[in-house]
């Protein structure tokens, strides 16, 4: 069976080891990206099975992204789930608004992210 790929989109460094760190040792793919911009230069050029975006970053945030992803044609019914810290209604509304599917508030629970991976992606 071929592995699932996740890209994840955070500027902290350490987060994005963690992240891939949790995500690879239940099987997945990880690619890193290091903020919104490289993010959608990597989603063009590649489709993922799903991305995880944070909020807040420098270049491009995550809603700018999510809603730039839902422009494109290969990322209409990719899942996409934000990873803030931010998790006030206002802004997980704005998220939903945007195209997320769904929201993991940092710090994360590296279990109950991959559940909701599942669940995603399967």
Known sequence: MI???ILTVDDSSSFRQMLA???KAVGYRVVEAIDGEDGLEKAKSHTFDLVLTDQNMPRMDGLTLIRSLRALE???KVPILMLTTEAGDDMKMKGRAAGANGWLVKPF???R???V????IG
Do not use: G, H, W
């Open 109 to 111: 629970d590296p279990q």
């Open 74 to 76: 290969n990322y209409r």
């Open 117 to 120: 991976v599942k669940k995603v």
């Open 113 to 115: 992210l991959n559940e």
């Open 3 to 5: 592995a699932k790929t």
């Open 21 to 23: 760190f949790s995500l």
